[in-house]
């Protein structure tokens, strides 16, 4: 997670851009009756946060054994609501034949180790509503049919035609771009996941919502979703007519452009409302120290309607901290 710098408390106005990177990861300690508890945990997690009609979905299933001995037989079953199929799902077999249903089996895991489990299902390609879902989860640890630990992950899956929000988890990702009111939110050519999660997709999302109320914001809020890469992506921001610095705001040589020289072009929003600078890169690009976000560059678009630069790109560079950080740098 980024550091946390003292906040700003002036008024955020015309120049200073809100962004936030979010994951939504369900965390839940095991309180089962039997031989698991109070010695395991179980993180369960449906990534990414919001995923699009016909694409693919994550859920997986993190195991951990706190204790002292080992565990024997653990094994995971998955239930996916309707409007998701399993495409995926190393390790684990259907149950029945279902293509919703599946058990995973972790085997022994022993004292302070982990296990997981992870599948892939495809969102089905016409649905007509957003809405949220929740994948189940029932833990079993022991021989034979020991009373189930029930727990789940909820994310939010995307109708067809949804463009403010885009999300997927493909072996081989693709751009991805969000619009609303004309500002976007892409990243262009996302590298793949770290191979040490050993995911079989890299779960991506991007997003642009409106504006937080009263607040002083003069763009909406743009949002990334990303787990640890295999090495930090470009997140390029396009802010519309009115939204960037102009000439009135800084002091500059004719004929240059706003850049680095506005002294806070974005900010970091985190799940509190508190706001911080999100910094400049360092040459390389490379993050300044304590950060996982920096900004490579703000461009102002030549063709801004009243030429007064006040409309153009904020590109940064941005690396997921972990996988299921309940939230991190923007």
């Not at 031989?35 to 016909?54: D, E, K, R």
């Not at 199929?85 to 089996?105: E, F, L, Q």
């Not at 890299?202 to 409106?210: E, F, M, W």
């Amino acid at each position: 997670m980024d550091r946390s710098p003292s906040t700003d408390r002036r008024a955020l106005g015309k120049g200073l851009f809100a962004f936030a990177i979010v994951t939504t990861a369900l965390a839940a300690a095991l309180a089962p009756t039997g031989s698991a508890a109070p010695n395991a945990t179980l993180t369960v997690q449906l990534v990414p946060a919001a995923v699009s009609a016909g694409q693919p979905a994550l859920a997986v299933a993190t195991f951990h054994n706190v204790g002292p001995v080992r565990l024997p037989d653990v094994r995971i079953n998955l239930h996916f609501p309707l409007g998701l199929s399993v495409v995926s799902a190393p390790g684990c077999t259907s149950v029945g034949g279902s293509s919703t249903n599946y058990v995973c089996g972790l085997g022994d895991v022993q004292a302070g180790a982990f296990a997981r489990a992870s599948v892939s299902a495809r969102v089905t390609s016409n649905l007509a509503q957003s809405r949220n879902v929740r994948v189940g989860f029932a833990l079993r640890v022991g021989p034979g049919t020991p009373p189930p630990v029930i727990t789940g992950a909820s994310a939010t899956v995307l109708a067809s035609n949804t463009v403010d929000k885009v999300g997927s988890c493909l072996k081989v990702p693709k751009t991805l771009t969000a619009t609303l009111d004309q500002q976007e939110t892409s990243l262009p050519a996302p590298p793949v996941v770290d191979p040490k999660l050993k995911l079989p997709c890299t779960p991506l999302a991007v997003g642009v919502s409106p504006t937080p109320p009263n607040r002083g914001f003069k763009t909406k809020l743009a949002s990334v979703d990303v787990p640890k890469l295999s090495h930090p992506a470009r997140v390029v921001l396009k802010f519309p007519n009115e939204t960037l610095p102009d000439e009135g705001l800084i002091v500059l040589p004719p004929g240059v452009h706003p850049s680095f020289d506005n002294p806070n072009p974005l900010w970091r929003l985190d799940v509190n409302g508190k706001r911080f600078v999100v910094p400049k890169c360092k040459p390389g690009p490379a993050f300044p120290p304590g950060w996982h976000s920096c900004v490579i560059s703000v461009v102002a678009d030549p063709n801004d309607p009243a030429h007064d630069y006040d409309s153009g790109t904020v590109t940064l560079l941005v690396q997921g901290s972990g996988f299921g950080d309940p939230h991190y740098i923007g």
